[in-house]
């Protein structure tokens, strides 16, 4: 595998369900981001890891909850999602949080969330 | 943090004429500007940046970007597409203090023969 995956691709989950979406990268970077992105909206960050350690919390609900167990591993636990939160979840690494370097960020396909 | 607008939410072209996307960002005294793509299911891809130096910048795939500060613009350019170029387009900005990107809501370009 080369670059950045995420499983599932897609992902179908009722209101009470609990799922999370993986994302793992190659490229030995040490900062991962995950974002949300709905149709005709622009990217919303939404967690930032640097060095295992969360960053940024873009003041996303509770129902969301990020692990990032080590620098190429990213997880984002699902429960209790709303049917608003039907997204394109996209997982994105760099190679570290700061400096320019942060700003070439390497994009997964991403997980085709839809909450029902 | 700044704010980004692309002007055209879909742009329909023929295969090798020229195309033109637009992306304006709320003003500052020094950005760092990024164009990206998505292809159909897949994720983004950077196609070029600025950071600093000659306003023009060139890409990947044959594009090539202008930044015009007076007008804070960004616009993106190819003077001929193929079909291949079919995909969403992204414009992100950021705060040279500041990693985070701020994206536009994207562009669609569809490349018909």
């Known amino acids: 595998e080369t670059g950045v995956t995420q499983t599932p691709r897609h992902l179908v989950m009722g209101m009470t369900n609990k799922k999370s979406l993986k994302c793992e990268q190659h490229?030995?970077?040490?900062?991962m981001y995950w974002y949300k992105q709905s149709a005709k909206k622009p990217l919303e960050l939404m967690f930032v890891y640097n060095f295992k350690e969360q960053t940024e919390n873009n003041s996303v609900p509770s129902r969301f909850s990020p692990e990032c167990p080590n620098s190429s591993h990213l997880f984002l636990h699902l429960h209790t999602l709303q049917p608003e939160d039907s997204a394109l979840y996209l997982c994105?690494?760099?190679?570290?949080?700061?400096?320019?370097?942060?700003?070439?960020?390497?994009f997964g396909p991403g997980t085709r969330l839809t909450v029902t | 943090a700044q704010s980004v607008t692309q002007l055209d939410s879909q742009v329909p072209v023929f295969e090798e004429a020229p195309v033109e996307l637009r992306c304006n960002y709320s003003?500052?005294?020094?950005?760092?500007l990024f164009w990206y793509v998505q292809y159909p299911n897949q994720g983004l891809q950077l196609l070029l940046k600025y950071l600093s130096g000659s306003t023009l910048v060139k890409g990947i795939n044959g594009f090539e970007a202008e930044f015009n500060k007076s007008q804070t613009s960004f616009h993106l350019r190819k003077p001929s597409v193929h079909i291949s170029d079919t995909a969403e387009y992204f414009c992100?900005?950021?705060?040279?203090?500041?990693?985070?990107?701020?994206f536009g809501a994207g562009t669609t370009v569809t490349v018909r023969a």
């Open positions: 003003s500052s005294v020094s950005v760092y």
């Open positions: 992100a900005v950021s705060d040279p203090d500041d990693y985070k990107l701020s």
């Open positions: 490229l030995g970077h040490n900062a």
């Open positions: 994105a690494s760099s190679q570290d949080q700061y400096g320019d370097r942060s700003y070439e960020q390497y």
